[in-house]
């Protein structure tokens, strides 16, 4: 019967892995596209973000594959530029949530009592309230600027990483092995390091890669309000934001960074849910 089973069930996971493969392969393309730009902005650009000598709204051809903007800057070179600020900003706020989010849920996971409960009123009040609201009050108080956005997105997001990672440690905590581990004279950073970390590392990476999407959108959005990087940087916010009154004479100063945003993120998700059933024990689980 066991035999009959498992037979059955190869042929279903074999039929599921191309499709996780291809979702996987397909976030990784259109994600690495916009992350390989952003890579060669850094040592290459067209023309200087500041250059208008390119002439008012020029159409696209010749000199300047994408035309001009409404200053007279080419809108290839300030794509480019906005490739690297949105990268920059999803990098660094992933990391600011990675860290404190980790530390914080670590402590709140091994806190008992009163402390465990107000812990997670905060982390739950934090998270009700809207990232993007919560980055602009952070990001008004230090004045405008991509550090300023950066800090403001990851510590918004840390909340949401320090929750997660409190359920699934304290999970972890709870297996028989931790309590025989801790019997036997084990420290709890070995049990962090040797225990929990190990088991929770697929989950929070998936996370994490989420958070990457959802940090370059709210970037997006501060710069659309005018509280991300500052000009000369081409931030794809500002850039959609400048690029409004003269979209019907000039689309493509809002068809090139809309379209790229669009794609970054939808990549950053698919690598995402890749990355979940691949990574994920508890859905492989489930998919056998």
């Known amino acids: 019967m066991n035999a009959t089973a498992t037979t059955a069930a190869t042929p279903a996971a074999a039929k599921d892995r191309p499709r996780r493969s291809l979702t996987l392969v397909t976030g990784c393309v259109l994600a690495g596209a916009v992350g390989l730009l952003a890579l060669v902005a850094v040592f290459w650009l067209p023309y200087a973000t500041d250059d208008t000598s390119g002439g008012r709204l020029a159409a696209p051809g010749g000199d300047h594959l994408l035309g001009t903007d409404k ?18 900003a999803g990098l660094g706020s992933v990391l600011i949530a990675a860290s404190l989010g980790t530390a914080l849920g670590l402590l709140a996971a091994f806190a008992q009592g009163w402390f465990d409960d107000t812990v997670s009123a905060v982390l739950d009040l934090l998270i009700a309230f809207p990232t993007l609201l919560l980055a602009m009050l952070i990001v008004a108080a230090r004045s405008g600027s991509l550090g300023s956005a950066i800090i403001a997105i990851g510590i918004a997001q840390s909340a949401v990483v320090a929750r997660l990672v409190r359920i699934l440690a304290k999970r972890v905590l709870s297996q028989d092995y931790i309590t025989a581990s801790r019997t036997s004279g084990t420290g709890w950073p070995r049990i962090v390091a040797g225990h929990v970390l190990p088991n929770i590392w697929p989950t929070l990476v998936v996370n994490l890669a989420l ?14 309000l005018g509280l991300g990087a500052p000009p000369p940087n081409a931030s794809w916010g500002r850039m959609l934001l400048e690029a409004q009154a ?7 100063g809002a068809l090139a960074p809309g379209i790229l945003l669009v794609v970054l ?3 950053v998700n698919l690598v995402a849910d890749g990355l979940r059933d691949t990574l994920d024990p508890t859905a492989r689980g489930r998919q056998a």
């Open 265 to 267: 993120v939808i990549g």
């Open 211 to 224: 958070q990457f999407g959802l940090a370059v959108l709210a970037e997006a959005g501060l710069s659309y």
């Open 71 to 88: 200053l007279g800057r080419d809108l290839l070179t300030q794509v480019m530029n906005g490739a690297t600020i949105a990268v920059q």
């Open 246 to 252: 003269t979209f019907t004479t000039a689309p493509a």
